[in-house]
């Protein structure tokens, strides 16, 4: 089993869902996907592999390393075909706290705050079935070394 196998089980996982069991997006105007030239939302490891032909979008160096990788950016112009979105928009705004030994946790991202209105009304207000794929998606990655050391890395950085 390899990064991409679990990332590529944990995109499936998400291919349908949203965060609410409608386009979220128009509470928003899509804010999440807005950015600039060197804004971007990471791949995970081996996701790379996804995007080689990619026509919307561009890959950059993040200039940081997650899991003893260079990190990098997924940047794109704002629309995609939704079976193309990167395992991090798909998980949008959720992300994994890591407690005591062994133990994760589903949490708002708190660098969604920024971005998403769905932030104000907490986990709690997101559809379930999303939530359920996403703690699905987030222990198969778990389960692979690699995705495993970027997502403890990426849970130190980004921990207040």
């Known amino acids: 089993m390899s990064a991409y196998d679990a990332v590529l089980d944990a995109r499936e996982l998400l291919e349908t869902l ?17 950015g600039d030239e060197g804004t971007g ?18 890959i950059i160096p993040a200039d940081f390393s997650l899991g003893g990788e260079k990190a990098k950016l997924f940047v794109c112009g704002g629309t995609c075909e939704r079976s193309n979105r990167p ?16 133990v994760t946790k589903l949490r708002m991202d708190v660098r969604a705050k920024a971005v998403c209105p769905l ?26 070394e690699t995705c495993a050391a970027y997502l403890k890395d990426l849970d130190e950085a980004f921990s207040l």
């Open 87 to 102: 395992l991090a928009c798909r998980l949008f705004p959720l992300f994994l706290k890591f407690k005591e030994e062994g």
């Open 41 to 58: 939302m990471l791949l995970f490891p081996g996701e790379e592999a996804f995007y080689e032909n990619c026509a919307f979008a561009r």
């Open 18 to 34: 949203t965060p609410l069991k409608t386009d979220c997006g128009r509470l928003c105007g899509g804010a999440c996907c807005q």
């Open 119 to 144: 932030t104000d009304y907490g986990i709690k207000a997101l559809d379930p079935d999303f939530k359920q794929a996403a703690r699905k998606a987030y222990d198969r990655l778990l389960e692979d």
